[in-house]
């Protein structure tokens, strides 16, 4: 009996070996079939279309935190051009490119999700999102996520200081046939935590305007983090 539940064993391990060996070789395959040699064609001008250049970008306008923000593109990245083309991501920014701009009124977590489509030929995801302090092409790279052949959606977390100007790049491994992303959702969350806590319960950007909410606490009490006031109307 030992003897056959061993075999077993060995069996269910070699076919678990064998998947993720299958797996792996599939997701490398379909990397082997990008050209890493082809770069499309930078573009210089500026004052294009929204979302060409950072002249011009797609405005997340942040009135408060929390915040939330979603944009569809139907087409991609297509027609916007490649004008963001440097080092720091070797292939994954070879193609044409969109940049969105944001600013947050204080510190804020901010997490990017990037639900881009297919590759235009069909054959994985090969999109990729950035966050810079300043222009991509003069500011500071502060994070980046891209997708690998089968990983769709990526997400990016990454803390953002207040009234500080931010740039994040969609782009994409482009290659002659295929140059840009077909079409993507791209959505910002922002929160964040205060400096404070309610009977053991943290206080953050969600929870602040109605801290009613908290266990224990009744009437109408709210938090402004901007001016530090803790406010009570109590109900007689």
């Not at 030992?2 to 993720?20: A, D, H, W």
């Not at 979302?51 to 935190?65: M, R, T, W």
């Not at 500011?139 to 953002?160: C, R």
Request: glycine content about 10%; proline content about 3%.
């Amino acid at each position: 009996m030992r003897k056959k539940v061993l075999q077993m064993s060995l069996l269910l391990m070699f076919g678990v070996f064998l998947t993720g060996a299958l797996m792996a070789q599939k997701l490398t395959t379909k990397q082997a079939t990008r050209s890493a040699d082809y770069h499309v064609p930078k573009t210089e001008a500026l004052g294009r279309a929204i979302g060409d250049d950072c002249s011009n970008p797609f405005l997340i306008e942040v009135d408060a935190v929390s915040f939330s923000y979603s944009d569809t593109q139907d087409n991609g990245t297509c027609g916007h051009g490649n004008t963001y083309d440097g080092e720091e991501f070797t292939d994954w920014d070879n193609g044409e490119d969109v940049v969105y701009k944001i600013q947050t009124p204080e510190e804020a977590e901010a997490i990017i999700t990037l639900d881009g489509s297919l590759s235009g030929d069909g054959s994985g995801y090969y999109h990729m999102v950035a966050i810079f302090e300043g222009c991509p092409d003069t500011g500071t790279l502060i994070a980046s996520a891209n997708s690998s052949g089968d990983v769709n959606p990526v997400v990016l977390s990454q803390v953002l200081a207040a009234n500080t100007e931010y740039f994040i790049l969609v782009d994409y491994w482009g290659i002659s046939e295929d140059p840009c992303l077909p079409s993507y959702t791209i959505g910002v969350e922002l929160s964040a935590d205060y400096d404070l806590k309610i009977a053991g319960v943290q206080v953050t950007s969600d929870n602040a305007g109605d801290l009613s909410v908290i266990e224990g606490v009744s009437g109408t009490v709210s938090y402004d983090n901007a001016t530090k006031t803790l406010t009570f109307k109590m109900q007689w």
